[in-house]
T-cell receptor, first 112, second 115 residues
Framework: GEDVEQSLFLSVREGDSSVINCTYT??????LYWYKQEPGAGLQLLTY???NMDMKQDQRLTVLLNKKDKHLSLRIADTQTGDSAIYFC????????????WGAGTKLIIKP | DTEVTQTPKHLVMGMTNKKSLKCEQH?????MYWYKQKAKKPPELMFV???????INESVPSRFSPECPNSSLLNLHLHALQPEDSALYLC??????????????FGPGTRLTVT
């Protein structure tokens, strides 16, 4: 079946690392995405990873993919107040013509 | 440039009004999308256009009517909406559709309130 799951909230202290987790169920998924949505704004594509990769790094962002456990994580190093947003995990699958299947979103709360 | 623009940013309309939402991209993308997003929820796909032809309609009520006049523009015509249609309407585009992934780039959205 098609299901992407995320915890709804994550609270971290400014300067710490944030790790946002996502699990997916469909074994035919090929690409996995992280989008960021700030209050009142659209969705910003942060990064994506192909399902034959294990890791992708881009500046403060590190994506880890555990294919065996169908687990995806987004690590944000040195979390800043500007990182406060909702982070959506999404997968695209060949079976669905590569349309996006979305998680519920994780709200990242930054404590001073 | 990965910019998708949408107008207006905010729209308030009555249930008998007719209005249109507009979306534009100049990235040469051939697939364009309309999504509806309720507060604190992920976006829900409404329509997909590929090469200016409607490719996917996710059983959207006929009071929403999409139009793709050319490869850069996408409109959503609204008529006789209900209060429950109030939401953030997001436009997105991608290089193409299917056959591998083409990441979708989103506009800032139009916040629609139906009174």
């Amino acid at each position: 079946g098609e299901d992407v799951e995320q915890s709804l909230f994550l609270s971290v202290r400014e300067g710490d690392s944030s790790v946002i987790n996502c699990t997916y169920t469909d074994s035919s998924s090929t690409y996995l995405y992280w989008y960021k949505q700030e209050p009142g704004a659209g969705l910003q594509l942060l990064t994506y990873i192909f399902s034959n990769m294990d890791m992708k790094q881009d500046q403060r962002l590190t994506v880890l993919l555990n294919k065996k456990d169908k687990h995806l994580s987004l690590r944000i190093a040195d979390t800043q107040t500007g990182d406060s947003a909702i982070y959506f995990c999404a997968e695209s699958m060949q079976d669905s013509n590569y349309q996006l299947i979305w998680g519920a979103g994780t709200k990242l709360i930054i404590k001073p | 440039d990965t910019e998708v623009t949408q107008t207006p940013k905010h729209l308030v309309m009555g249930m008998t009004n007719k209005k249109s939402l507009k979306c534009e991209q100049h990235m040469g993308h051939r697939a364009m999308y309309w999504y509806k997003q309720k507060a604190k929820k992920p976006p829900e796909l409404m329509f997909v256009y590929s090469y200016e032809k409607l490719s996917i309609n996710e059983s959207v009520p006929s009071r929403f009517s999409p139009e793709c006049p050319n490869s850069s523009l996408l409109n959503l015509h609204l008529h006789a909406l209900q209060p429950e249609d109030s939401a953030l309407y997001l436009c997105a585009s991608s290089l193409n559709l299917g056959q591998g992934t083409y990441e979708q780039y989103f506009g800032p959205g139009t916040r629609l309130t139906v009174t």
